[in-house]
């Protein structure tokens, strides 16, 4: 069943700035990923944080975890015009099945 | 990195016949592969767990004899839509974990199918 749920469904910002984008889920978590999928094409793992974790960061990614509020962030710094995609959060809940929110379309202005 | 490597990328069938969708982990064994679907502008809905050597695990509302899943390998996992109708027109990707243990899901590139 699907779990998270995610802000804001459309995103757009001009090259060079940052974009944030928000996950809510309603179950206990073993652990929380994002994917990335361009249009059309199979997902892409981003970046993967543990329930025990509260920040990760990965190149121009920082991810934040807030398991008391059940939600997570997704920060691209220094966008670019190759970062438009559609970035998806998923949540393991301790059955390395995934469930996947709804996604945030990005889209990066030259 | 892990290769997964799905075929065919696109498939436009008549209504009624069947339609076969393979889902090959190019350097790893993979023991258990996931199938999704997925509709325009919408999230991924996973359909079922394929487990190499034994039945697939479907989920609540997804019709097993409808969409048949075969994990005969450790390298391959096929996905078969019988009696394709417009209806079942959609995007289906695969995926795959390293191993049982493994948090990380390498997905392919996906199939298009339409159905006339």
């Known amino acids: 069943s699907q779990q998270g749920e995610e802000d804001p469904q459309a995103l757009s910002i001009q090259e060079g700035e940052n974009a944030t984008m928000n996950c809510s889920y309603k179950?206990?978590?073993?652990?929380l990923q994002w994917y990335r999928q361009n249009s059309g094409r199979g997902l892409v793992h981003l970046i993967l944080i543990r329930s025990n974790e509260r920040e990760k960061h990965s190149g121009r990614l920082r991810v934040t975890l807030d398991t008391s509020k059940k939600s997570s962030s997704l920060l691209i710094t220094a966008s670019r015009a190759a970062d438009t995609a559609s970035y998806f959060c998923a949540t393991d809940h301790h059955d390395y099945k995934l469930s996947f929110g709804a996604g945030t379309t990005v889209t990066v202005r030259a | 990195g892990a290769v997964v490597s799905q075929h065919p990328s696109r498939v436009i069938c008549k209504s009624g016949t069947s339609v076969k969708i393979e889902c090959r982990s190019l350097?790893?064994?993979?023991?258990?592969m996931f199938w999704y679907r997925q509709f325009p502008k919408k999230s991924l809905m996973l359909m079922a767990t394929s487990n190499e050597g034994s039945k697939a695990t479907y989920e609540q509302g997804v019709e097993k004899d409808k969409f048949l899943i075969n994990h005969a390998s450790l390298t391959l996992s096929t996905l078969t839509v019988t009696s394709a109708h417009p209806e079942d027109s959609s995007f289906y990707i695969c995926s795959a974990n390293r191993d049982r243990q493994a948090d990380i899901q390498y997905f392919g590139a996906g199939t298009r199918l339409s159905v006339l």
């Open positions: 179950t206990s978590i073993n652990n």
């Open positions: 350097d790893f064994q993979a023991t258990t």
